[in-house]
């Protein structure tokens, strides 16, 4: 008989499948975008924005489209990812790294567009439903953000550019054949990998007797954030540390517009009547709390260490209601 032990693994394995898979698109992406003579800042602005929230969409998109009714992982992935790369990602980089300072002032779009974007998308779902309205609404808010991130190429000064572009400049760049097949078989394996996630998040869900959107909440957000924890550890050795902050905004920025409005012109999605209590507030308290943290542009270790136990608890509160 398929049990616990065998979704559990199903799940686990799905996950990280697909992180790495929606990597090696990435980078492929990149490659062959240069080589067809994209301006290389197009190419990283535009990697930048999806590639962080990619695994989260693609299971989104999945759920919505998946004959039982799994659109509930929705909003979780959203509520739960920005809660970790905010009280996780933040708390640990701002932790190890003692003090960090930041050269872009987060006042001018960067944290009021965060804060925005969280307070809008509570106002949306405290109803307890998501309307196609609701849905358009946050497709033009996406619109609205990739403009902006366009429009920073022509910022007069660094301390106009809150993400970090890491794309190879130089001209001409070839690819080989491999380029397009890895585009191809990766873009497939993350398909293939959403979908069974979405089905061990189901089974899971039925085996446990607890609601699907805990754990979108919580494993779920955990192991798509990881790889960012891992960027941002690395960061912090290679004196980049600024990077993680702005990928932190930008992400969650990116999740809540993308990673709600897309799915939402695909399919109905259902809002939980469990993450009205606790889960919706938190996320807009902790990005509230991260606004505050980083407006006078300079992240102490205490201030890591206060987003750390935020987080913590906030998984505890989620835990007991189970």
């Not at 499948?17 to 062959?32: N, Q």
């Not at 959203?78 to 300072?101: C, D, E, P, Q, W």
């Not at 873009?187 to 446990?208: F, H, K």
């Amino acid at each position: 008989m398929i049990g616990l032990p065998f979704w559990s693994i199903i799940f686990f394995v799905t996950l990280v499948t697909l992180v790495i898979s929606a990597d090696f698109f990435i980078k492929s992406s990149e490659r062959i975008g240069l080589a067809l003579g994209i301006p290389p800042f197009v190419v990283g602005v535009t990697l930048i924005a999806i590639g962080t929230s990619l695994p989260e969409l693609i299971t989104s998109v999945v759920a919505v489209l998946s004959k039982e009714n799994a659109s509930a992982i929705v909003p979780g992935n959203v509520i739960g990812s920005n809660i970790t790369n905010i009280g996780l990602v933040l708390g640990v980089v701002a932790f190890r790294a003692k003090k960090i300072k930041l050269e872009f002032d987060v006042l001018k779009v960067d944290g009021p567009m965060l804060v925005g974007a969280t307070f809008l998308l509570y106002l949306c779902l405290i109803d307890g439903n998501f309307t196609l309205f609701e849905g358009i609404v946050f497709c033009l808010g996406l619109i609205i953000y990739l403009a902006y991130i366009f429009s920073l190429r022509n910022a007069d000064s660094p301390e106009d550019i809150p993400i970090d572009i890491e794309v190879d400049e130089a001209e001409g760049q070839k690819f080989s054949w491999k380029e397009p097949v890895i585009l191809l078989v990766s873009g497939l394996v993350i398909y293939l990998s959403a979908d069974y996630n979405v089905q061990s998040i189901q089974n899971l869900a039925n085996l446990l007797n607890i609601g699907k959107e805990f754990i979108a909440l919580t494993a779920v957000a955990l192991g798509t954030s990881l790889p960012e924890l891992v960027v941002s550890l690395v960061a912090i050795r290679t004196g980049n540390v600024e990077m993680a902050v702005g990928n932190v905004i930008g992400s969650n920025i990116f999740n809540i517009f993308a990673v709600m409005g897309i799915p939402r012109l695909i399919g109905h999605i259902e809002v939980p009547e469990t993450i009205l209590g606790t889960s919706l507030p938190a996320v807009l308290f902790i990005s509230i709390l991260c606004f505050v943290v980083v407006m006078d542009r300079k992240v102490n270790r205490w201030e890591g260490l206060v987003l750390l136990l935020f987080y913590i608890a906030i998984q505890g509160g989620l835990i007991a209601q189970v």
